[in-house]
Each structure stands twice: as structure tokens, then as C-alpha cells.
């Protein structure tokens, strides 16, 4: 395998983790003073304080299932590397994508001890005001990622 498809593994592992509800999984992607910046801008620092809060999410809130599109990964340094990503929520209990949950994800990673681990994970809305013809764009590109 390459690093490319290291990160790329990476990144496919943290949206499995989410799939499964796992915290512990989630944080488990992250060097130890990696950070998360989530989809409404709450911030969480350390690998630790993001698998608690993780968890406390999958107790208290019916999760969706989480569907993404690597669209880049470039590397910056030996051990340093951007993944660029796209993706979108099918809600509990249902089937298909909800559009106002779509995001942009860019990821930053840095090679450890032969591993790559997440240092930071921005999760920003694709919310594209007052262009719908890009929101149901990327929608239908994630859609085609649900039927795999």
C-alpha cells in the first residue's frame, strides 16, 4: 500500500467507526493531541476528550450513516498529509441522503511511528446559499457512494 492509500484507509476507517457508533473507534484515528472541529463548529482537543464525546453523542442522539467521497489526497511532507472529502448523512430510519447534512471534510494527517493518525478533522457544512443547483450536484455525487 501506498501513503495515499494509507490516508485514504484512514479516513474510511473514521466514517466506519461513526457508522458503528463507536467512540473509542472515532478517537482511535487521532494522534493524541489531534482535534476535531464538527459539523456546527463545537471544537474537541485530544484523542482522549473526542472518543468521550464521541460516545456521549451515540448515547444521546439517533445517528446517521455517513457516506463519503475522497476527492484529494495530497502530501505535504514525508509525514504530513491533506485529504479532501465530501460527504453526506442518510438519517436513522431512513434510505436516502439528507441534503442539508452534506459536508465538505478536509483532514490533515501526520505520520507516527510508521501510522498515520488524524491531526485535525474539519467537518463544515455544504449548505452552497442560494445555489441549489450545487447542492443537488453533490448530492446525487454521494448518492451514487449509497448505491456503492
Known amino acids: 500500500m501506498t501513503d495515499h492509500d494509507d490516508v485514504r484507509s484512514v479516513y ?25 472541529v464538527g459539523f456546527d463548529g463545537s471544537e474537541t482537543k485530544g484523542r482522549a476528550a473526542i472518543a468521550s464525546e464521541m460516545q456521549r453523542i451515540f448515547l444521546d442522539h439517533e445517528t446517521g450513516r455517513y457516506v463519503g467521497k475522497v476527492r484529494q489526497v495530497r502530501q505535504l511532507t514525508p509525514q504530513i498529509a ?19 447534512l452534506n459536508s465538505i471534510q478536509s483532514v490533515v494527517l501526520q505520520k507516527a511511528g510508521g501510522r498515520w493518525l488524524i491531526s485535525l478533522y474539519q467537518n463544515t457544512p455544504a449548505q452552497f446559499h442560494g445555489r441549489p443547483e450545487v447542492v443537488n450536484s453533490l448530492t446525487e455525487e454521494l448518492r451514487q457512494e449509497v448505491r456503492g
Open 12 to 36: 474510511h476507517d473514521l466514517l466506519a467507526a461513526w457508522n458503528r457508533r463507536s467512540g473509542q473507534d472515532f478517537g482511535a484515528q487521532f494522534a493524541e493531541d489531534g482535534e476535531v
Open 82 to 100: 491533506l485529504l479532501r472529502a465530501v460527504a453526506g448523512v442518510v438519517p436513522a430510519g431512513a434510505s436516502d441522503l439528507n441534503p442539508a
